[in-house]
């Protein structure tokens, strides 16, 4: 079973700022791993995943996660905020042996100010 | 390409109806599934479908049931809708690769009364 955890319902930066948005993951297989993150009204953009290679991994718009098995985590950093990226950020664990059942956390709000 | 559409995209029902949403999944995308998001919380997995049968189900009632199409075209029905049923229904497609990602639609927001 696969369960995730993010810890923080609310994240504000100011502008520029490094942003850092935490994840713990339980998997009682090898996991994939995934950011998205959700505009008001929309629905969820792939920011990166993990598949079980390099454990830094870069996604688009200047965010980065990194895999790191021993602490169950998979942080979600960029860093320098800009006031575009004030969004619904979500944190997603998938089995690596078949399906496609992904089973998300409940979401860090980012808040970036001026 | 049109990616993931999804219709209604809105939609408000009363207790005890049905209601059917519908999905066209990305082009070259065989398995759509289906996700419920409820206010302030993340999508929870509803089910899964390829070549036209249901292959993986979440914690869902069997009110909730599907279907997919030769075309690959997904449909999510929900019965004796009540209110806890409102919510943000994403549909999501993708390749049966599991390195490929799965791409999300817009939704279609139900409201139950």
């Known amino acids: 079973a696969q369960s995730v955890t993010q810890l923080g319902s609310h994240v504000s930066v100011s502008e520029g700022a490094l942003v850092l948005l935490r994840c713990n993951y339980s998997?009682?297989?090898?996991?994939?791993l995934f950011w998205y993150v959700q505009y008001p009204n929309q629905g969820l953009q792939l920011l990166l995943k993990?598949?079980?290679?390099?454990?830094l991994v870069k996604g688009i718009n200047g965010f980065e996660a990194e895999f790191k098995k021993s602490e169950t985590s998979f942080h979600l950093t960029k860093p320098s905020a800009h006031m575009s990226d004030a969004a619904e950020y979500f944190c997603?664990?998938?089995?690596?042996?078949?399906?496609?059942?992904?089973?998300f956390g409940a979401g860090t709000r980012l808040f970036v100010k001026a | 390409d049109a990616g993931v559409t999804q219709s209604p995209t809105h939609l408000i029902k009363t207790r005890g109806q049905q209601v059917t949403l519908r999905c066209s999944p990305k082009?070259?995308?065989?398995?759509v599934s289906w996700y419920q998001q409820a206010l302030g919380q993340g999508p929870q997995f509803i089910f899964q479908?390829?070549?036209?049968?249901?292959?993986q189900r979440g914690n869902f009632p069997d009110r909730f049931s599907g279907h997919q199409f030769p075309n690959y075209s997904s449909e999510l029905n929900v019965n004796a809708l009540w209110l806890g049923d409102s919510a943000l229904y994403l549909c999501?497609?993708?390749?049966?690769?599991?390195?490929?990602?799965?791409?999300f639609g817009p939704g279609t927001r139900l409201t139950v009364l």
């Open positions: 993990y598949t079980s290679a390099a454990t």
């Open positions: 998997s009682s297989v090898p996991p994939y």
């Open positions: 479908y390829y070549e036209e049968e249901e292959r």
């Open positions: 999501a497609s993708s390749s049966r690769d599991l390195y490929n990602e799965q791409f």
């Open positions: 082009s070259g995308h065989d398995t």
């Open positions: 997603a664990v998938r089995a690596n042996t078949g399906g496609f059942k992904t089973i």
